[in-house]
């Protein structure tokens, strides 16, 4: 048992190192002025055209990939939705993001379950107790509504129903369908984006930005289900 013990804290170590290499380099290496210049955008819009016209199953495996292990560290689901929506486009784009995050979020929620469970429950079981009694009627159902509503952090949601003791299969479902319309939403957002770059020659304004139909479709998409989601959120808790 003690053996067990040690070997779970030098891995949740371990875990904690490459999350904390992994936010050094994302932060060392960002770049304002790649975001902040339209010709930049447009240049690199340019090559991921290209890169999908002739390695679209390479660019998805690697997104794929990336976007599981951003999950895994704690990352949030909607820079990812934004981007997935950028590189592969509303239909393709909502598919691909909705399925790497419910993957990675399983990932985090087996290694959660198995190296964090006491932690997570001590700090977190008496303040969400009552979701625990929900969970135990309609696991699935609750699921997908817990998901949707959005009571927490993306993140922290991947990790709260480890101290319900969800069935790995309802969780991945459950999360799944749960996300998937505000997924939808924001990789139309990022869609929408992708299309308006080539409309301007220099950075738009943000008025320009929302007064474009790709842009404000999502916008309101996004608002209805932020207002629908706090009705469910007030009913749920």
């Not at 380099?25 to 991921?48: A, G, P, W, Y």
């Not at 379950?113 to 625990?132: A, M, P, V």
């Not at 699921?143 to 922290?156: E, H, N, Y």
């Not at 790995?168 to 749960?178: D, E, P, V």
């Amino acid at each position: 048992m003690e053996k067990i013990k040690k070997t779970k804290i030098i891995i949740g170590l371990i875990y904690l190192v490459i999350l904390s290499i992994f936010l050094y380099f994302l932060f060392h290496n960002f770049n304002f002025e790649d975001i902040s210049s339209i010709k930049v955008i447009q240049s690199n819009q340019d090559r991921l055209n290209m890169l999908k016209e002739n390695n679209l199953i390479l660019l998805i495996s690697i997104f794929f990939l990336l976007t599981v292990l951003w999950v895994v560290l704690l990352g949030f689901g909607s820079p990812i939705a934004l981007i997935g929506g950028f590189i592969f486009g509303k239909w393709i784009g909502t598919i691909i993001v909705t399925t790497s995050l419910s993957i990675g979020a399983l990932c985090l929620y087996i290694f959660a379950k198995y190296f964090l469970y006491d932690f997570l429950k001590e700090n977190l079981f008496t303040k969400f107790k009552n979701l625990n009694l929900m969970f135990q009627k309609k696991e699935l159902l609750v699921m997908i509504i817990f998901r949707f509503v959005g009571i927490v952090p993306f993140f922290l949601a991947n990790l709260l129903p480890v101290i319900f003791n969800i069935n790995a299969k309802n969780y991945l479902i459950g999360t799944f369908i749960g996300i998937l319309p505000a997924v939808f939403i924001m990789v139309s957002l990022g869609s929408g984006f992708s299309d308006a770059i080539y409309s301007f020659d220099k950075f738009p304004s943000l008025l320009s930005l929302i007064t474009l139909p790709e842009i404000y479709f999502p916008l309101i998409g996004f608002f209805c289900i932020l207002v629908f989601s706090l009705i469910l959120k007030k009913r749920f808790k």
